[in-house]
C-alpha cells in the first residue's frame, strides 16, 4: 500500500481532536492531551488542543513546557491514577499519544493504563506499528530511524479481539495507530481482563518479523489516510437510522455500517453523518 507523505503524527492526532468535538460537542480548546514520549516536542506543539500534559524521564530538550511530568510513564500512571481516586473532578484525557519506550510490553503497559484516563468518547493514538526495515524493529537501536518492537504490541492486541476498524493503523510515517476507545468498551475493556493469555508478557506473542511484515495488512489492518478520513467521517447509529434500508438488508452494527458506507454508500452519495447532510442542504439552497 502506497504511503501518503504529507501527513504526520500531529496530523491523526488534530483531525482525531475534531471526531472528539463531533461527538462529544467539546472544542479543540477545552479538551485534554496526554503526550508519552516528548524529546524534541516536534509533535506536542503542532498539537492543537488547549489542556496539554507531556510526559519524559529524560526529553532532549530542557526547561520547555511540553514536559511538564519529568518521570517515566509508569511513574506517572501510578501518581495520576491515585491521585485520581479521591478527585472530585478526575483528570482525564480526551487523547492520549503513546510514544515512549518503544519495547512492546512498556507500550502494552502504557495502553492498559491509558484505557484507565481516557475519557470515554477518547481515543489513544500509538506511534511506530509499521517499521519500513527489519534493522529498525529491533529491541536495540541499530539504525537511524528505531521503531523497536511496537509492532509486537499491536499484533497481540488486534489478536486478543477482532477489532475491525476500532483499532487501525494509518499508513503516514512509520505507522501511526489509533484505538477508538468510545466504539467499543466492552471490547477494550477486555484488553484489562488477566484472563487473556500471553497480555502480560507481548514477548510471548511469538510471531517472526518476517510473518508480521509479509501479513501486515491482515494483522495491523493498515489504511491509507484518504480511508482513515472516511471510516471517521462516519457516524454509524445515524447513518442506519437515516438509510433504512440498511438495517433492512442485515447492516445493523458499527463496522458492517462502516464496510456499506466505504465499500457502496460514498458512490451512491450518500451522507456520512447529520452535519455533512445539513452542509450540503444549505450549500444547494445558496445555489
Ligand atoms: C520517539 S521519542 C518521542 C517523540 C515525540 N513523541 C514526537 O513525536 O516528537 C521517545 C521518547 O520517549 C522517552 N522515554 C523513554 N523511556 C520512557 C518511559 N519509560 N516513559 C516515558 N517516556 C520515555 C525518551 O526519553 C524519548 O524522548
Known amino acids: 500500500m502506497n504511503q501518503n507523505q504529507n501527513f504526520e503524527r500531529p496530523d491523526v492526532i488534530n483531525f482525531l ?3 472528539v468535538e463531533r461527538r462529544t460537542e467539546t472544542p479543540a480548546a477545552q479538551q485534554r492531551y496526554l503526550e508519552i514520549g516528548i524529546e524534541e516536542g516536534v509533535t506536542w506543539r503542532k498539537v492543537n488542543i ?4 507531556g510526559v519524559d524521564p529524560n526529553p532532549a530538550v530542557s526547561g520547555e513546557p511540553c514536559t511538564n511530568y519529568r518521570m517515566t510513564s509508569d511513574e506517572f500512571f501510578a501518581l495520576h491514577l491515585n491521585d485520581n481516586k479521591d478527585a472530585k473532578d478526575p483528570k482525564i484525557y480526551d487523547i492520549i499519544f503513546v510514544d515512549g519506550l518503544h519495547h512492546c510490553e512498556f507500550v502494552w503497559r502504557d495502553i492498559r493504563n491509558s484505557l484507565l484516563l481516557l475519557k470515554p468518547q477518547g481515543f489513544i493514538v500509538v506511534d511506530d506499528l509499521l517499521p519500513k526495515l527489519e534493522i529498525e524493529q529491533f ?4 539504525a537511524p530511524s528505531w521503531t523497536g518492537d511496537v509492532w509486537k504490541m499491536w ?3 488486534r489478536s486478543v479481539q477482532p477489532f475491525g476498524n476500532i483499532t487501525g493503523a494509518v499508513n503516514i510515517c512509520w505507522g501511526v495507530g489509533y484505538i477508538d476507545a468510545g466504539s467499543d468498551p466492552k471490547g477494550l475493556a477486555m484488553l484489562m481482563s488477566p484472563e487473556i493469555p500471553d ?4 514477548l510471548k506473542a511469538m510471531i517472526s518479523w518476517d510473518t508480521y511484515h509479509s501479513n501486515e495488512q491482515k494483522f495491523a489492518n493498515i ?3 484518504d480511508q482513515f478520513e472516511l471510516i471517521f467521517a462516519l457516524d454509524p447509529e445515524w447513518y442506519m437510522d437515516q438509510y433504512p434500508d440498511l ?3 442485515g447492516i445493523t452494527t458499527r463496522e458492517l455500517s462502516i464496510q ?7 458512490n451512491e452519495n450518500r451522507f456520512p453523518n447529520r452535519l455533512a447532510m445539513k452542509k450540503a442542504a444549505t450549500a444547494q439552497s445558496k445555489a
Do not use: A, E
Request: aromatic share 12%.
Open 223 to 225: 489504511m491509507t489516510w
Open 247 to 249: 438495517r433492512q438488508n
Open 199 to 202: 497480555c502480560h508478557d507481548p
Open 139 to 142: 529491541r536495540t537501536q541499530k
Open 50 to 53: 488547549g489542556n496539554k500534559d
Open 260 to 266: 456499506h458506507w466505504i465499500t457502496y454508500g460514498v
Open 17 to 19: 481532536s475534531k471526531v
Open 155 to 157: 499484533y497481540l492486541l
